[in-house]
């Protein structure tokens, strides 16, 4: 009894229009990842379960893919364990690997282990998917690809100025002007804490704040108080959640908010840097701003904090992120190793593209030309007609079988093939073909023996 | 405490130059793929259990991993099936997804759940990874890529000559010259055994019959003995065992040997009309040979089977395989839809390049040009440099510490950097740049306001 297939959810069959256009988005961002002097890595889908496991949280925990072993995995477990009948006392019993969760871990462990082979400031770049056991919805999904560039064993701040520059290379290659570049810095945040007297509470303090687009001012209020932030010093927060101006008059109203605090003003020297930097080589389409109320979910980031958001007027969250964190691969025991990286969001990209109506319309043709089928003798004439035409690099190719002509036609058509080549029994005889451009419906007849005329005309 | 981390076994981390070579071999394959009219989709990492269950036999089953569900698995396992404490009798409650363990039955459960949106015939080409828990051992690993090429409904041999031709010219193309494409085709297989009658026995005979390679003409009469058939049949077919001459005088032969069975003179047939249009269109640089004793281990072929294997010279087994399968679909509810592909094999083709020492040597060049890092002032002109060469496409970068200039040049020879970039002081003031051509040592200035006279000396 034949079944009726599905695919697990949250995962996505690309079909070929998707993925060129997706490859259309991974081919630039690494085009400009190799020019920048990235290079690639790539690690394995599954890692042993305590590389993964305990580094991203609880929650990271619970939504990492964990692989059954292999064969009587039952035989290793003992019969204490195994009677309490337990899911979370027997995952570690039966399973030793697990599907990668992101690429930054993977990345310190290979760091850590390739140590020696490594020429540091490594610059690397990494483009491949991740699994995340997430409840899937609209926009997020089980396995998606991440794109990620890094620089580790580099302090200098000139790191954040190229990769300020490596976005807005990609996103004006890729037509998408206008994005902005939102730049803050955990000093800074970490300064505001101190100076507000929650210096303990400083995450809870960022995570609310991060939330000032989506709650509102009063909301980040409430929430702040709620994680014990007093009244007092949110009121001396308060400045930061309505700052205006261009960003050297932002700097000087937060450099005197953070006059006696040595990390904020520290973050503040570190951002005027960049800014100065970036503003004097100029950005191609890009805006930089800075964005104190920007904090990043993720508590690892230690200096510069970046996110990039989608021009005006496209409903869309953050299309890429990052930061500078000091200790990426103390975790594997290779203390000391700076890094600072970015990343780029794939699917969210492709909604942007696809809602501004960015992609080329070359991603649709599959065959630039194709012969129509008029029998066998015809079909080998044709067949070495295509054998030139492919080792010019086009794509060409043959009708597979002899069915009924306005049949091949509609097969073109399909494709948005804009050639169609007729070679039937009076070409083969006069030794020609006729092109038909499918756009205007022209037809041309050229010599076999000239089709190099044919090939410079595409 | 930290951890030494490690991998799990059977899988790899790849290095900048390990990606950038296999991706030199991918690119290749996939740049022919498309200018024979291929068209790419992708399907996700892990299918739900039954779409993979059951299509590759026992031994396949084994080798799939499974993924364990998420959350509290145990919670819907009934306590019978639990106290068991069977692992075979579990796996299925305690797994609902697996890994993709070929590209095949994934293709064919996309065909059928996207028949509506796909104009056939369909050409197809995916390129992703695949798992398998196999014990891992040289040139065996349990992640790894397969490359395949698929037509599906489309009938005519034509589909066989355009593979031929596709092998032929992506080995060109990869300057691996003088590969051999061995043919062969179920039918004929099939007729043999008719012939000698152990049509019963075909499956047996045909395994058997693939191990001359390993096992020699003795091994194989013992096995076939072994599994019943006669000594009577096995005088039969001997002449199978050491077939010469061209491909005509061995078709011909074969002709004689298989006048009474319809199928077999109908693999025949085909045999002679692919061979005879792959004779009228050449080929650059491989070689079509038949072999009779290729049968390959999968049983869903039922008319061409092809085989590549590396010049001679090169102690490898085969780097490509292939053949024409009657009922794809036919698995998952839909019929009669038959297809032809190939496949690649990445790993092997990448360790015959290495051997051969083909990998072109700009693979491991990843920064043509390297600016040295001076201090700030300089740092900011040069980085001005630098994102004219970036916009020129040129791989750049500069020093990203103001280092001593030892370690900097000992960091370009280490990256095989061609050309290194001094901006120091002297040549900030005179608005000029000096060029290093580290392969002769010479050194050139050029003015900064004629950089393009340097990038096109590149």
Known sequence: MAQKPSI???TRDFSPAEVNRRNYIFDTIKKHFQVFGFQP???PSFENSETLMGKYGDEGDRLIFKILNSGDFLSKVDDGTYSTKNSASLTPKITEKALRYDLTVPFARYVVMHQNEIDFPFKRYQIQPVWRADRPQKGRFREFYQCDADVVGANSLLQEVELIQLYDAVFTDLRLDGVHIKLNNRKVLAGIAEIIGAKQLLVDFTVALDKLDKI???GVKKEMLE???SEKSIAKAAP????SGDTGEQLSILKALLK?????LEGIEELEFIIDMVEQLGLQSAQLSLDFTLARGLNYY???????SPPEGVKMGSIGGGGRYDDLTGIFGLKDVSGVGISFGLDRIYLVLEELNLFPKTLEQFVQVLCLNFGEKEALASLK????????GIKADLYPTGAKIQKQFKYANNRNVPYVILLGDKELVENAFVVKNMANGEQKTFSIDSIEDFIASL
């Open 8 to 10: 697990p959810k949250g």
């Open 41 to 43: 890595i790539e690690t």
């Open 216 to 218: 509102g001012e009063e």
């Open 227 to 229: 994680k014990g932030i």
């Open 240 to 243: 930061l959640f309505s700052l």
């Open 260 to 264: 006696d605090s040595e990390q904020g």
């Open 302 to 308: 230690t200096g510069t904090i970046f996110e990039v």
């Open 385 to 392: 007609l295509i054998s030139t035409l492919r080792n010019s």
